[in-house]
């Protein structure tokens, strides 16, 4: 599918980047480095953000990645409070006893199993920086199936 292609008279978005503000990148970029091993360093470097002096760094592959800024303080919202910000966010697998096993030999902790579902299994993980990240391997072409909820 072209990139910036249509389905009917609808527009087909993807997110292209995430943009995260992290406390120690070496260990962050360590944690996605074991989720995603085919990904790269695409750039990095140094600038200002608001006054204030960073290193960022883009991982990823040609088409989408994460972006990360250093100098991060007051920590990541409680994940079991109720306080606006980000619950977590998600990457799609097509295997995801790999990406267990690849983040656990990393020495990265399963924080959750997700739910007990027929055509979808899906695990959660605190990366360093205390974001909450899912992977789901969907067990599904079919979407009906696929976006069954319990």
Known sequence: ???NSTIGDKE?????HLNLVVSDMPATLEFYQAAFPHWRIRD???SE?????RKWLHFGDDYQYLAFGDN???GNRDLSGHQ???????????????VIER???AGFNLAKDGADEPYRKNVYFIDPSGFEVEFVQYLSDIPVQRNLTS
């Open 1 to 3: 599918m072209a990139l």
């Open 12 to 16: 087909m978005l993807n997110i292209e």
């Open 84 to 98: 606006d910000g980000l619950a977590h966010f998600a990457f799609v697998t097509d295997n995801i006893d790999a």
């Open 72 to 74: 991060g303080v007051g």
């Open 44 to 46: 990095s470097g140094e």
């Open 103 to 105: 983040l656990s030999k």
């Open 49 to 53: 953000w608001n006054g204030k002096p």
